[in-house]
């Protein structure tokens, strides 16, 4: 049984009623869980989508990648007479027609490549969507966590006031009875208002909350018609640290991208190698009517190779400068594993802070801040205590059971953090 639930079964036993806290959660629309926050944010949230269309942009371009050479084709025409000579003009006698093709032959396997050089690219934009979907996820996960904690808050606000309101009915009582002096009386109904004061501000939290989470997944739904549930507790078991490491290396999709870039890099040194090479123009035409030493090569076929000479021009910028980017995204890299290490040390320690933090809680504190209240008031009811002993009582009860809510807040958002280091969900 959990603590959160014992307060309420000890508020209903006292007060004769049942707790608030089942009561809030009946509403006409459905809570959505945190896995259908999460689909639903993955599905429409025009940020991601948008970066989407990125990565089918680099998938496009390697259809480009891949192409041939268009070949060529020329015609031209020459030898035609534009004016009479020696009383003769026949104009086309003498007309030559060529029509020409040529085509860029590409050595080297520069076309495979190029397009090989495409496909890492459309892997990188790929990984480098999954790391922004990974920080998103994050922050989706944090939003919801608050959501979570904010129910929680005015839940345990609404059962104090309950409780107190029980007390004041009791109290009143007393007065009537002659027990009771006007001026406490008067100080325990003036204590109410904090109890307002705490549901209106964990209303408007809460309100405030929900319209994050709501911006998050691009929901124009109303406030008081939007909902989440979910389990608010926390799990004392944590793997050791090792297991999260390897998880890390295997699962981070920043890393990932990095030792694709490395990939990348090598192949685009390789590829300004290729560019180095020459590249032969093949051509062929044909003639019609050509005046030739051959008086009966009246049509006639040519070829011709063409072959730049590269003795200035190899490609030697290229080749150095990805050459040096092998080295640099290497150098990269290596950061990227440092940073993956840290993210999840920082990560792990914070979630073993708050798993330290909140157990004492469940295991002793709520349980004696409980029972602690409840005995003083008992006594106070029968004037065995004091006003103000029933007053620190009540108060010290509420600081605990608050405190509890808020570590496993923190519990929680700190095991978000630690899923975000490693990469993905590894505590529910």
Same mark, same amino acid.
């Given at each position: 049984?959990?603590?959160?639930?014992?307060?309420?079964?000890?508020?209903?036993?006292?007060?004769?009623?049942?707790?608030?806290?089942?009561?809030?959660?009946?509403?006409?629309?459905?809570?959505?869980?945190?896995?259908?926050?999460?689909?639903?944010?993955?599905?429409?949230?025009?940020?991601?989508?948008?970066?989407?269309?990125?990565?089918? *942009?680099?998938?496009?371009? *390697?259809?480009?990648?891949?192409?041939?050479?268009?070949?060529?084709?020329?015609?031209?025409?020459?030898?035609?007479?534009?004016?009479?000579?020696?009383?003769?003009?026949?104009?086309?006698?003498?007309?030559?027609?060529?029509?020409?093709?040529?085509?860029?032959?590409?050595?080297?396997?520069?076309?495979?490549?190029?397009?090989?050089?495409?496909?890492?690219?459309?892997?990188?934009?790929?990984?480098?969507? *999954?790391?922004?979907?990974?920080?998103?996820?994050?922050?989706?996960?944090?939003?919801?966590? /608050?959501?979570?904690?904010?129910?929680?808050?005015?839940?345990?606000?609404?059962?104090?006031?309950?409780?107190?309101?029980?007390?004041?009915?009791?109290?009143?009582?007393?007065?009537?009875?002659?027990? @009771? !002096?006007?001026? #406490?009386? #008067?100080?325990?109904? =003036? @204590?109410?208002?904090?109890?307002?004061?705490?549901?209106?501000?964990?209303?408007?939290?809460?309100?405030?909350?929900?319209?994050? =989470?709501?911006?998050?997944? #691009?929901?124009?739904?109303?406030?008081?018609?939007?909902?989440?549930?979910?389990?608010? #507790?926390?799990?004392?078991?944590?793997?050791?640290?090792?297991?999260?490491?390897?998880? !890390?290396?295997?699962?981070?999709?920043?890393?990932?991208?990095?030792? /694709?870039?490395?990939? /990348?890099?090598?192949?685009?040194?390789?590829?300004?190698?290729?560019?180095? &090479?020459?590249?032969?123009?093949?051509?062929?035409?044909?003639?019609?009517?050509?005046?030739?030493?051959?008086?009966?090569?009246?049509?006639?076929?040519? =070829?011709?190779?063409?072959?730049?000479?590269?003795?200035?021009?190899?490609?030697?910028?290229?080749?150095?400068?990805? &050459?040096?980017?092998?080295?640099?995204?290497?150098?990269?890299?290596?950061?990227?594993?440092?940073?993956?290490?840290?993210?999840?040390?920082?990560?792990?320690?914070?979630?073993?802070?708050?798993?330290?933090?909140?157990?004492?809680?469940?295991?002793?504190?709520?349980?004696?801040?409980?029972?602690?209240?409840?005995?003083?008031?008992?006594?106070?009811?029968?004037?065995?205590?004091?006003?103000?002993?029933? @007053?620190?009582?009540?108060?010290?009860?509420?600081?605990? /059971?608050?405190?509890?809510?808020?570590?496993?807040?923190?519990?929680?958002?700190?095991?978000?953090?630690?899923? =975000?280091?490693?990469?993905?969900?590894?505590?529910?």
């Amino acid at each position: 049984m959990t603590p959160h639930l014992r307060i309420s079964i000890a508020i209903g036993l006292f007060a004769g009623i049942l707790p608030p806290v089942m009561a809030h959660g009946q509403t006409a629309t459905q809570a959505l869980t945190w896995d259908q926050v999460k689909t639903k944010f993955e599905a429409v949230n025009p940020a991601l989508r948008a970066d989407q269309m990125s990565v089918d *942009e680099l998938k496009a371009a *390697e259809i480009t990648a891949y192409l041939r050479p268009n070949p060529q084709f020329t015609l031209s025409a020459d030898g035609t007479q534009i004016a009479p000579y020696q009383g003769h003009w026949t104009p086309t006698s003498g007309t030559e027609a060529e029509p020409n093709f040529s085509y860029l032959h590409e050595r080297e396997h520069k076309r495979e490549l190029r397009l090989k050089s495409a496909q890492e690219a459309t892997q990188i934009g790929g990984s480098l969507h *999954e790391d922004l979907e990974r920080n998103m996820i994050f922050s989706l996960r944090s939003a919801f966590v /608050q959501t979570l904690e904010a129910k929680t808050v005015l839940d345990l606000a609404r059962a104090d006031l309950v409780y107190y309101d029980k007390i004041i009915e009791i109290s009143r009582a007393r007065f009537n009875a002659g027990s @009771l !002096a006007q001026v #406490d009386l #008067d100080r325990i109904e =003036l @204590l109410r208002v904090q109890y307002e004061s705490e549901i209106e501000n964990a209303v408007v939290n809460l309100r405030t909350q929900k319209i994050q =989470l709501l911006q998050l997944l #691009d929901d124009r739904t109303a406030v008081d018609k939007f909902d989440v549930t979910g389990p608010y #507790d926390f799990s004392p078991d944590l793997q050791p640290l090792e297991a999260f490491h390897k998880i !890390a290396l295997d699962a981070r999709p920043d890393l990932r991208a990095a030792l /694709q870039s490395i990939e /990348q890099a090598k192949t685009n040194h390789k590829l300004a190698i290729a560019d180095g &090479s020459t590249d032969p123009t093949f051509g062929i035409w044909y003639t019609y009517n050509p005046s030739f030493a051959n008086p009966y090569a009246h049509q006639t076929l040519g =070829l011709s190779v063409s072959i730049p000479l590269r003795i200035f021009d190899r490609n030697q910028g290229e080749k150095a400068r990805t &050459s040096i980017d092998i080295d640099r995204n290497v150098q990269l890299t290596e950061t990227a594993t440092g940073q993956v290490f840290s993210d999840v040390d920082s990560a792990y320690e914070q979630v073993r802070s708050n798993i330290a933090l909140v157990t004492p809680y469940r295991t002793k504190y709520m349980d004696q801040a409980t029972r602690v209240r409840d005995t003083v008031t008992y006594a106070y009811q029968r004037g065995g205590a004091s006003l103000m002993d029933f @007053l620190n009582a009540q108060s010290d009860y509420r600081v605990v /059971q608050l405190a509890y809510v808020q570590h496993i807040g923190s519990y929680l958002t700190s095991a978000s953090q630690l899923n =975000l280091a490693v990469g993905r969900e590894v505590i529910p």
